[in-house]
């Protein structure tokens, strides 16, 4: 997922959901009474939520903030329309590395959040420790949201046994969330967390719907994010949207007048924080 421009313009549901569960969390972060406060942002994408909503929640004297993305595009894209302060920047970091992370991050962070970036990491295990690994040795929490269920999974597995697609597809199950079609993946998680050494865990599943109005809406969301896209030549994408919107028909998501397209989809809202012991003592 590299089209910057294209996701910051369509990332609709993304910003509403974000805005809202800061806003809800805000008082269960562990804030410093000095304001001193470090927080790292993982999958900034093009830096639009970082601005609008993490930026403002921070105590005007934070210590740093930093934005994060695995995409070296929208690193780019994010240091230059959001370098507005020099308390602020933008690296790129694979939050599931199996490498040692880099020293200047490595416990450095008293916050850790991520809006729909987890939901692609397979390695749920490795991406909390090294979140776990980000934030301070003697403390810090993190506030984390995962698309547990959306449509547009089905989407990708239907087009993954055409075969059209299913050479272009053939590691489709690496761009579903791995709590898809489980049960009770908020327990699951919450484990993990558990195990990884986070304390004061809360896991909640939230069901809800976003209507997007018309299909272009709907394509340039879908376009920002498929990670298939560049491996399909571009004379066939026509091709490839009309399948895609043929299921679109089939899972009953169009309105009778075309004119909406409703949404449902699943999210897990999961706050915890740091309990060093538990974890450092097994270093």
Not at 124 to 140: C, F, M, T
Not at 205 to 230: M, Q, S, W
């Amino acid at each position: 997922m590299h089209r910057a421009a294209l996701y910051q313009r369509a990332n609709v549901l993304q910003r509403r959901d974000a805005e809202q569960i800061l806003k809800e969390y805000s008082n269960s972060l562990q804030w410093h009474l000095d304001g001193q406060d470090s927080l790292i942002d993982i999958g900034s994408g093009p830096g639009d939520v970082f601005k609008d909503f993490i930026y403002p929640l921070m105590p005007s004297n934070f210590g740093k903030l930093v934005g994060s993305d695995i995409s070296p595009q929208m690193c780019k894209h994010a240091l230059k329309a959001f370098k507005f302060d020099e308390r602020c920047d933008f690296r790129i970091l694979d939050i599931a590395t199996e490498e040692e992370l880099p020293n200047d991050l490595k416990g450095q962070f008293d916050h850790v959040t991520s809006f729909y970036c987890l939901n692609w990491v397979q390695n749920q295990r490795k991406a909390l420790e090294n979140i776990y690994q980000l934030l301070r040795p003697e403390s810090g929490d993190c506030l984390l949201v995962i698309l547990i269920d959306n449509p547009i999974y089905e989407i990708y597995l239907s087009l993954s046994k055409s075969p059209k697609w299913s050479s272009y597809m053939a590691d489709v199950k690496r761009f579903i969330c791995p709590f898809y079609r489980t049960e009770k993946p908020q327990e699951k998680f919450a484990a993990l967390l558990k195990e990884t050494g986070f304390s004061h865990i809360k896991t909640e599943l939230r069901h809800n719907a976003y209507d997007f109005k018309g299909v272009d809406t709907v394509k340039d969301n879908a376009e920002a994010i498929c990670p298939f896209l560049d491996r399909i030549p571009s004379q066939r994408h026509p091709e490839f949207w009309q399948d895609f919107f043929k299921i679109v028909v089939d899972l009953k998501l169009q309105d009778d007048t075309g004119d909406k397209i409703t949404v449902p989809y699943t999210a897990m809202v999961a706050y915890a924080r740091k309990s060093p012991q538990l974890f450092d003592n097994n270093n």
